[in-house]
């Protein structure tokens, strides 16, 4: 199915760690971003790419890397995990001016 | 400070009857609005959006209403149905310049629609 794909779905990390979130999207669209959402509250956003290329930070990027390889493919890296960053991860995609399209998330815990 | 809110946390209606999410925004820059509807462990899904120069955007049970000089938009369900359980997030975007349409998004409004 068209859509947003994101891998893990979880993940485990002791603090300080390090790992790569991962996203594609095989619908073609130039933007892509990276939200995180902790209970109770709504998405903030952490990174977005306009087009290929380029990357932009968003509301809370301390902490976070990220690197749009292609097209498709739109990166989170987390370099030393902090309890902080415990947190459900949405990567979403968009075709211009319209909605998002989401992927299922990646539930991250940092112990 | 929150430039979009939700100031209600939670909604309950019966089967049939009208839904209302309503949803306060700060920044005039804003020009795209937005509702998305998010079932547990699953992503947001898009449910309906509307432009700053339109005050009002139908999609079957959906109604988004948007009031720009009160800095407010409503989402309309009717009738609701039991299967509209989720939570609702409000967005707002800005396409006016370069910002790539990022969307800020409210806390959200979990509706119950019970039987």
């Known amino acids: 199915n068209a859509g947003v794909t994101q891998t893990p779905k979880f993940q485990v990390l002791k603090t300080g760690q390090s790992m790569t979130l991962q996203c594609a999207q095989d619908?073609?669209?130039?933007?892509m971003y990276w939200y995180r959402q902790d209970p109770g509250m709504g998405l903030r956003l952490i990174y977005y790419?306009?087009?290929?290329?380029?990357?932009d930070k968003g509301e809370v990027p301390n902490g976070y890397n990220v690197s749009r390889l292609n097209k498709r493919e739109f990166s989170l890296r987390l370099e030393s995990a902090a309890p902080s960053q415990t947190s459900v991860y949405f990567c979403?995609?968009?075709?211009?001016?319209?909605?998002?399209?989401f992927g299922s998330g990646t539930r991250l815990t940092v112990v | 400070d929150q430039q979009v809110k939700q100031n209600s946390p939670s909604l309950s209606v019966q089967e049939g009857r009208i839904s209302i999410l309503n949803c306060d925004y700060t920044?005039?820059?804003?020009?795209?609005f937005l509702w998305y509807k998010k079932y547990p462990a699953e992503g947001p899904t898009f449910l309906i959006s509307?432009?700053?120069?339109?005050d009002k955007n139908e999609d079957g049970r959906f109604t988004v209403f948007l009031n720009k000089s009160a800095k407010h938009l409503s989402l309309h369900i009717v009738p609701s149905q039991p299967g509209d359980s989720a939570v609702y997030f409000c967005?707002?975007?800005?396409?006016?310049?370069?910002?790539?349409?990022?969307?800020?998004f409210g806390d959200g409004t979990t509706l119950t629609v019970k039987p």
């Open positions: 967005a707002a975007s800005e396409f006016g310049n370069t910002n790539a349409g990022k969307s800020t």
């Open positions: 509307i432009s700053s120069i339109k």
């Open positions: 790419s306009a087009s290929e290329g380029t990357t």
């Open positions: 979403a995609s968009r075709p211009g001016q319209g909605g998002y399209t």
């Open positions: 619908m073609n669209h130039n933007s």
């Open positions: 920044n005039s820059m804003f020009d795209y």
